[in-house]
Every structure is written in structure tokens, then in C-alpha cells.
């Protein structure tokens, strides 16, 4: 609203100095003066929602939410965003059980006083038309609402059918990485009273070879406030912007004050900072990249490369950018890398993860990986404290297809690494059993029985942001129709089942249960195994997840979805791929893998390097492919 503009230009210096994008500017001269943005361009950074509450007069206000409700008729209540693992408060702005708001809260250690759009606008997603508000039962192909006491009836005699005739080995559990610790705890202990190993919540990944190495637990070492102070930052697989937004802002803010960041990934990603030195390599060749900057480290440090790394690093020579980043990496002050969800996400990213550590190590840095999903950390500390000898993982479980399966707050087609797989897999098991506060078309075709799980807004728990800090997050309203918290769910079906150990009567009594059988524990290591690292194919899908596509509720938030990240329906290649091909701009093409294929439109994209295939992961146009990272073919349509 211009008419109440006063020029203070606090959302100018915000997009210029913290969001990095230089979207606004005052235009016209004396009363003539404006506030717009430049060049007939929208504002589209991932924090560009901040520009509400800086404005001290209201004249940018929140385009979904005006006119809903006065600011006295609402109830602030405090809760946590977990689309990605920092942890951002913020305060829900509730009226009737319904949140019309969310507000960031000011949290230093974490969001600071900033919220991504992300976290602002996914909770239109709440009411979407596909949620679940009952129990629901296929009969005869025929989805029929039913109790609670028949819904979870059905799914325990499902369970225990399985392991019964098949032994618990035959049933498979994917759990979220959003999930709470609770219910990644409780579903522990479900698995164990069904003697069933597997179970997993690493659902976006496929290379687990280093698991007896890590021990399950993946590492941000660095308390995330320290981010600022950097002297130096490497990204690896990492577009830190969209995987974690106040991370990047983070990284942003060291820059600004004088630290060194490079990047090698498989595309030059748009970032707010200046790159010093890059390595942007097809995803089949990140690897190699990779091993030929471990080359330089160790050279310049005078150390060897383990040996269980020599098969990477045998023949590789390093080059002027590989010299230069492992003399930014032993220099002064606080120096690390960041292991993006890209490299997480990869088919050698075992390689990835252990030659980055070593060169952490040898450089005197700190090696922050960043997985997917907003409590990955907690799910990763039951995971030690939970199986003693851990079964098939979720890459496994799907490859291997078994009689039963569990999905506990998961799309199949939209959730999975590998969804062309998965779908195949799970339509042929002999049942499958959702948990889930959302019934899409991919999951009402594979499963048997669906449970409604009330989303985060409306249900409890504790969770882990990245770093290990701890939140204990109250429902904000509460639960629509008949969905309950998930570890009520757990609770019921375990008791269901006769199990012992699900006979808590409120959360507290949960929660101090759990806190005192995950202290202290650490996960058994191993002695590490890595299959020789190799090239599979011309072409590689880069396939990262869409920003607005990392779960189900932000994919059914409609103004998430009107925005330019949410367009990904296209196939990005190399112009000089597409040369070859005789691919043009806008041409529709074939993109084949995994036994499925769509027809997209061509993008060329300069910022892909030769051999990449830029199609992202978790939206409608890709959930028929296979691997968000592995060998892709593309050809006239």
C-alpha cells in the first residue's frame, strides 16, 4: 500500500544487505519517490517474507492472511518449523483451532529474528482437500472411513499377520525424518516387539556403505550461530539457499564479514555471496573432484590418504581450483565444510561423505552434514539406542521388495529416492499401512489401511535441530477431525498388538522414558567397506529436492506454489548437450530412467556443466522417474 509508504526503506536495505537479492529500490525523485522493484522483476528470494515485519507501517503486509482476522482476535502460540533441520521458531497466530499465522520468534542460536518463506506459508497446507481426518480401509478397492478401533484393528492384524506367517524380517518400516523423537522412539520399540530389524528414516538416500563407520549418525559440528564467525567455508553437493534458507543466510553473513566460501557441485546454484574459487562438475564426476582436492590436501599437508580411500584417489591429479581450496582450507581461524543434501542424496555419496571428513581432518576443519528432514538428528539418536543389529535400510527395503510395509508420514511418489521403484515395490506387497495426515493418489494406490496423523501444528513433541539443540514443541490448535498426535497412534497399535512398553498415559511420562534410554548412548562403528567408486552413463540426473517440495505440506500450500520455485515442470541441459542433440530452448523431450518416462520442455541452463541433467525431485512432473541422482537418458519426444 503506497498511500502509507514512508520511505524508510527497511525492506530495500533487508533484500539488499541480508537476503542478498537487490530485488527493491527507491525510484523517481523528491514526492515523486517510490519503493518498487527493479526492472519489472517480482521479489522472489526465500526470505522475502521478512519484509512484512519490518515494515513499521504496515504498507507490506501479508497477502494471505489479509483481511482473515484483527490482530486481537488472535492467539500467539509458539512452535517450530521442520522442513529442513535448523529448527526455526516461530509463533503460530491461531483463531477458532485454526492458524491463520505464523510469525518468526526470535531465536539467536538458530533463525535469529528471520523466518524463511518456507516455514511462513507452509501451514496453508493444513487444510488441504486430500487430508485425512479419518480412519480409512480399502474393501474390495474401496476406500471407506471407519473407527478408530476398526482402523487400528485392521492395521494390527495386518502386522502381526505378517510376521507371524513370514517372521518379523518380512515387514519394512520408512519412517519421516520429521517425525518426532517420540514416535521415532516408539516406532523402535514397535519394530522390536515385531522382532522386525528393519526400519529406517533416511528415506531420500542410497548409498549406505559407510554405515558401520558412521554409525547411523550423521554430523553438524558446528553450533550453527558459529556459522557467522567462519573464516572459511567449502560446500559440497550443497545448494544451501534452498535446502536450509537461514543456513545460507548464515553463510551469507560470514561472507560479508570477511570469509572465504567455495563450492563444488554439480550445478553453479545462484547463491547471495560471491564464490572465491569453484568446482562445478557433472554428478558422475563429483567424486573424482572430490578425491582430486583430497590430492592437494594431502600434499600440502605432508599427510597420506587412508587407504581404504586409495582406490578414488589412484591416478587423479589436482589442478590450479583444487590447490587453491585446500590452501583456503588450512589456513587461520574457523574453517569448515558443509555437506549438502545433494551429496547426501547421491549414489557414491558414501565416497563423499568419507573423503570429505578425511580432508576436515587433515585440514583441521569441521565437517557439517546437512540430511534431509527437520528431526534427523533425533531420529538418528534413537537409531542407536534402538536395533541392536540393524536390518535392511530404506534403500534396501524397496530394492528388496518384502510382504508388508509400514509408511509413517511418507508419499511414495513424491518422498522416496527412487519413487518409479518404490511405487512398483509397495503396489506388489501383499499390504501396506500408512500413517499419514494426507492421502494423495500415489498413496491411496498402494495402500491398505490409512490412520490420519495430526501434523506438527496440531500434536507435541521433542526434536533435534542439526547442531543437537533440543525443542519441545506444544500443539498450537487442536487436531481437526479424528487425527491424533503420532505417538497416541504408536501407543494404540502397540497395545493393539500386546507389545510391551506402550502403556504411557501422557507424553512427559514418554519423553522422560526415552531421554533416559537415548543418554549417553553412541552408536557402534565399524571398519569401513566402499565398493570401488565408478561412472555409469553419459548423463546424470541432478535431482534435488524442489524447495517447495520437501513434504507434504508444502506441497499442498497453494501460495508456496504460485511462486517461481515452484515451477520445476522442465528438464535442464548443457546448450552444448542439447547441440548435440539437437535440443533446443522450449523443445519437448523424452526423459527416461528407472523404467518410467515423462516429456518435458527444454531449459538451457550455462550454470549446468556437460553431462548433467537437471530434473528436480518431489514434484508431479518427476514422480514417475527413478533416482534423484544416478544415470538418465533424454531423447527427442
Known amino acids: 500500500d503506497l498511500t502509507r509508504c514512508i520511505q524508510c526503506t527497511r525492506c530495500v536495505r533487508f533484500l539488499g544487505e541480508i537476503a542478498g537479492t537487490n530485488e527493491l529500490g527507491m525510484y523517481g525523485r523528491g514526492d515523486r519517490s517510490e519503493i518498487g522493484t527493479s526492472l519489472s522483476q517480482g521479489i522472489d528470494s526465500e526470505l522475502s517474507g521478512n519484509v512484512i515485519d519490518l515494515c513499521p507501517v504496515g504498507a507490506l503486509t501479508n497477502k494471505p492472511f489479509r483481511f482473515s482476522a484483527r490482530a486481537w482476535e488472535l492467539m500467539a502460540r509458539p512452535s517450530l518449523a521442520t522442513h529442513d533441520g ?89 519412517m519421516s525424518a520429521n517425525a518426532s523423537t517420540e514416535e521415532h522412539y516408539l516406532a523402535r520399540r514397535l519394530a522390536n516387539g515385531l522382532d522386525c530389524p528393519n526400519i529406517d528414516y533416511r528415506v531420500r538416500e542410497q548409498d549406505f556403505c559407510d554405515d558401520k563407520a558412521l554409525g ?126 545433494a551429496a547426501m542424496a547421491h549414489e557414491q555419496a558414501s565416497w563423499l561423505r568419507q573423503m570429505s571428513a578425511w580432508i576436515a581432518t587433515a585440514t583441521g576443519s569441521v565437517l557439517n552434514i546437512l540430511p534431509y528432514g527437520g528431526n534427523s538428528t533425533g531420529a538418528a539418536m534413537v537409531a542407536c539406542a534402538g536395533i541392536t543389529e540393524p ?73 533435534y535441530a542439526l547442531d543437537g539443540q533440543s525443542f519441545v514443541v506444544e500443539a498450537a490448535v487442536s487436531a481437526s477431525g479424528q487425527a491424533r498426535p503420532g505417538w497416541k497412534i504408536l501407543r494404540r497399535l502397540g497395545a493393539k498388538l500386546e507389545l510391551d512398553g506402550f502403556s504411557q498415559v501422557d507424553i512427559l511420562s514418554l519423553r522422560e522414558e526415552m531421554l533416559a534410554g537415548i543418554a549417553d548412548t553412541e552408536c557402534a562403528k565399524g571398519e569401513i567397506e566402499l565398493a570401488a567408486p565408478e561412472t555409469k552413463g553419459d548423463f546424470y540426473r541432478v535431482g534435488e529436492v524442489a524447495m ?41 523431450v523424452k526423459v527416461s530412467q528407472g523404467g518410467g518416462h515423462v516429456i518435458l520442455p527444454v531449459r538451457l541452463f550455462d550454470e549446468l556443466p556437460e553431462g548433467a541433467v537437471w530434473v528436480k525431485s518431489a514434484t ?18
Open 620 to 637: 508431479d512432473a518427476s514422480s514417475a522417474l527413478g533416482d534423484s541422482f544416478g544415470p538418465i537418458s533424454v531423447e527427442a519426444a
Open 216 to 341: 547411523r549418525v550423521a554430523s553438524f559440528e558446528t553450533p550453527m550461530a558459529d556459522i557467522d564467525d567462519a573464516s572459511a567455508i567449502l560446500l559440497i553437493g550443497s545448494n544451501i539457499r534452498h535446502e536450509a534458507p537461514i543456513l545460507g543466510q548464515r553463510v551469507r553473513k560470514a561472507w560479508r564479514k570477511g570469509a572465504q566460501v567455495a563450492a563444488l557441485n554439480p550445478v553453479d546454484w545462484n547463491f547471495h555471496f560471491e564464490l572465491t574459487d569453484r568446482l562445478i562438475t557433472a554428478p558422475q564426476h563429483m567424486v573424482s573432484e572430490l578425491s582430486a582436492l583430497a590430492v592437494a590436501v594431502a600434499r600440502l599437508v605432508g599427510q597420506e590418504i587412508p587407504g581404504f580411500l586409495q582406490a578414488a584417489v589412484s591416478g587423479v591429479e589436482a589442478g590450479e581450483s583444487h590447490n587453491a581450496m585446500a590452501e583456503m582450507l588450512n589456513g587461520d581461524g574457523e574453517k569448515m565444510l558443509i555437506l549438502g543434501q
Open 391 to 463: 536390518g535392511l535400510n530404506a534403500r534396501e527395503m524397496l530394492t528388496t521388495p518384502l510382504k508388508k510395509y509400514l509408511l509413517w508420514d511418507v508419499e511414495p511418489e513424491f518422498d522416496l529416492a527412487n519413487p518409479s521403484n518404490a511405487m512398483q515395490t509397495l503396489a506388489s506387497a501383499e499390504g501396506v499401512v500408512a500413517v499419514s495426515s494426507y492421502a494423495g493418489e500415489g498413496l491411496k494406490t498402494v495402500a491398505d489401511v490409512i490412520l490420519p496423523l495430526a501434523p506438527l501444528a496440531e500434536s507435541e513433541g521433542l526434536f
Open 86 to 174: 535448523v529448527g526455526s521458531s516461530l509463533w503460530y497466530h491461531t483463531r477458532r483451532s485454526r492458524v491463520l499465522r505464523a510469525v518468526p520468534s526470535d531465536n539467536e542460536s538458530t533463525n535469529e529474528t528471520w523466518l524463511s518463506d518456507r516455514d511462513r506459508y507452509s501451514h496453508f497446507g493444513l487444510n488441504a482437500d486430500d487430508r485425512v481426518l479419518e480412519p480409512m480401509v480399502k474393501v474390495n478397492d474401496e476406500w471407506q472411513t471407519v473407527s478408530w478401533d476398526e482402523g487400528v484393528r485392521v492395521a494390527a492384524k495386518a502386522l502381526r499377520r505378517s510376521v507371524t506367517e513370514h517372521g518379523g524380517a518380512s515387514l519394512g518400516m520408512l
Open 548 to 588: 517447495y517440495g520437501v513434504d507434504a505440506l508444502c506441497r499442498r500450500s497453494e501460495y508456496l506454489q504460485q511462486t517461481v520455485h515452484a515451477e520445476n515442470a522442465w528438464v535442464g541441459l548443457n546448450p552444448d548437450d542439447a547441440g548435440r542433440k539437437g535440443f533446443v530452448d522450449g523443445h519437448e
